[in-house]
């Protein structure tokens, strides 16, 4: 019990991350990043903004019955696995981005699927209750 609620309160605050930095960047734009404003450019960033936003509000559904949630949080880490693996090879192709891009890139390939990791070592504590079904006579 006292794991499950430390990993409730990791996953409610880390997934705050996205959430803040999402909803900004939908808000400001590439304009908020001290870029080059293009239109489209501009678009796609707060699009993708907000999809990041939706990440962080979706694993924050995961945090009441964090221990049943096992499908929804890998299919969220393998999201987040999948954009860290292409920012390491945006990292490959162009360069190393900023201290922060760097701090994002070690949050999606080494954090978050450790969090996976616990929440199936959570969910795999939970005692199984069978299902009632018809009692013979």
């Not at 979706?58 to 949630?69: R, Y």
């Not at 891009?101 to 080494?110: G, I, R």
């Amino acid at each position: 019990m006292r794991e499950r609620q430390a990993l409730q309160r990791v996953v409610a605050v880390v997934a705050l991350v996205p959430v803040v930095s999402g909803l900004y960047g939908v808000l400001t734009g590439v304009g908020g990043t001290g870029g080059l404003v293009d239109v489209s450019a501009d678009s796609h960033y707060r699009y993708l903004s907000g999809l990041h936003m939706g990440i962080g509000i979706l694993f924050w559904t995961c945090v009441p019955g964090i221990e049943a949630k096992t499908g929804l949080f890998r299919f969220l880490t393998l999201v987040v696995g999948l954009g860290g693996l292409a920012r390491l090879l945006g990292l490959a192709l162009t360069g190393l981005p900023s201290l922060t891009m760097m701090a994002a890139l070690a949050v999606e390939l080494v954090v978050t699927p450790l969090l996976c990791l616990w929440q199936a070592r959570v969910a795999g504590r939970v005692p199984t209750v069978a299902p009632a079904g018809p009692r013979s006579a």
